[in-house]
């Protein structure tokens, strides 16, 4: 099992930037593959980004595709959203998501609280 705690959220003026972090808990963080969804008031959740457990391969929804990189330091327990050139329509509460040995899909068992990300115009 794994604790996931997400940081970096706040407000930023459009084409700004922020990077959130999402620290894990437990001793075998290389084994859980990793992702990013996001859920604005009234829209369906999306899956934003996600990367393998050694981190050598990353996938992007294409909204945010050139915009955002997920990393991770597996020597922290941490994996990180570099949020670069952001637009109003990238607010949402941000919650970072784990799934042991396998690619996130939809629904990964693991959930951190979330963290709200405001992008004003």
């Known amino acids: 099992q794994v604790h996931l705690v997400e940081s970096g959220g706040g407000l930023v003026q459009a084409g700004g930037s922020l990077r959130l972090s999402c620290t894990a808990s437990?001793?075998?963080?290389?084994?859980?593959?990793m992702g990013w969804f996001r859920q604005a008031p009234g829209k369906e959740r999306e899956l934003v980004a996600r990367?393998?457990?050694?981190?050598?391969?990353?996938n992007y929804a294409d909204s945010v595709k050139g915009r955002f990189a997920i990393s991770r330091d597996n020597t922290k327990n941490v994996v990180y959203l570099q949020m670069n050139s952001l637009k109003p329509e990238d607010t949402a509460v941000y919650y970072c998501?784990?799934?042991?040995?396998?690619?996130?899909?939809?629904?990964?068992?693991?959930w951190g609280q979330g963290t709200q990300v405001t992008v004003s115009s």
């Open positions: 437990g001793r075998t963080f290389s084994t859980y593959y």
């Open positions: 990367i393998s457990g050694s981190g050598g391969s990353t």
């Open positions: 998501a784990a799934r042991y040995g396998l690619w996130i899909t939809t629904t990964p068992p693991y």
